[in-house]
């Protein structure tokens, strides 16, 4: 009995399961180094942005804290600068009051001593008018009336006359009499010189009263030139104010500005960190 051979099957290779080329492997390990490499320095160079960010703020701080601070004492110069002008006000009030007050006093007691002035020279003016009228008497006068006279005003003996019509003095009326003639030019020439003295004190005093006038315009003009001062200055004030609102308000923008970069800065940061 003969048998009949089984077939032998030839064994077949395992089917390798698809797999990715090995080129293909190394590209992607090459894509996730560089992509890491690459969120790593991007990381690193956020983190210097916000880093030099922080310093610009921080310097930007710093320059808006010393305006601050400028501001500050500026304001307070103001405040001095005010308060001076202030008190320098005040001072020339009370200047003006007692310079004010002065004149009034000085103009009645010009007022014053014009009436006294006025009274003396009147009584001088009727003195010598009636020793005109004396003297233009006397050749008119008898010897006999000239005698009584004559006794009368020395407060002497009248003197007497002799058969000749002539006068016989005794000796006190004849020294009053010799007095009174060696005193005349004497004291005509005091009149003389304290008229001169009198003339050069009154031109004295119209010197004074035009220095017065003089120092008193002096005065106005420095009180005018003190308010044009005052006025300059506080227009240099309304500027210096209006330079600090400027200076607060760009240290404010400045403030805001950076904190607005800083927060989109930390945004972006947060989304590559992730």
């Known amino acids: 009995m003969s048998s009949t051979p089984t077939p032998v099957t030839p064994a077949t290779a395992p089917v ?12 992607e390990k090459d894509v996730e180094e560089v992509f890491s ?6 990381v690193l160079i956020i983190l210097l942005g916000l880093a030099l960010l922080g310093s610009v703020y921080l310097w930007d701080s710093r320059r808006a804290q010393d305006a601050d601070q400028r501001a500050e004492i500026a304001l307070v110069k103001e405040q ?27 103009s009645q007691m010009k007022a014053s001593m014009d009436r006294v002035n006025a009274t003396l020279a009147q009584a001088v003016a009727d003195r010598d008018a ?31 006359l002799d058969t000749s019509g ?11 009499s010799y007095s009174a003639l060696i005193a005349f030019p004497v004291l005509t020439q005091d009149v ?34 003190a308010m044009v001062d005052k006025t300059a ?20 923008k400045s403030k805001l500005r950076w904190f607005g970069a800083g927060y989109v800065a930390g945004f972006v940061t947060g989304i590559f960190v992730k």
Do not use: Y
Request: proline share 6%; charged share 20%.
């Open 130 to 160: 009636a020793l005109h009228t004396q003297t233009t008497q006397i050749i008119t006068l008898a010897p006999s009336a000239l005698a009584t006279q004559w006794g009368a005003v020395a407060q002497e003996p009248t003197p007497s």
């Open 80 to 106: 001095v600068a005010e308060e001076k002008a202030v008190e320098a006000d005040k001072t020339n009030a009370a200047v003006q009051l007692q310079n004010t007050q002065q004149q009034a006093m000085l």
């Open 166 to 176: 002539n006068f016989t003095i005794p000796l006190p009326l004849a020294q009053k």
């Open 192 to 225: 003389k010189d304290l008229q001169a003295t009198v003339d050069n004190q009154k031109t004295i005093i119209v010197n004074d009263g035009k220095a017065l006038t003089l120092e008193q315009q002096a005065h106005l003009s420095d009180n005018q030139t």
């Open 16 to 27: 390798p399961s698809p797999s990715k080329p090995d080129e293909l492997q190394d590209v």
């Open 37 to 42: 490499l690459g969120k790593s320095h991007l």
């Open 233 to 252: 200055l506080g227009a240099k004030i309304d500027k210096l104010n209006a330079q600090i609102v400027k200076v607060k308000a760009d240290a404010r």
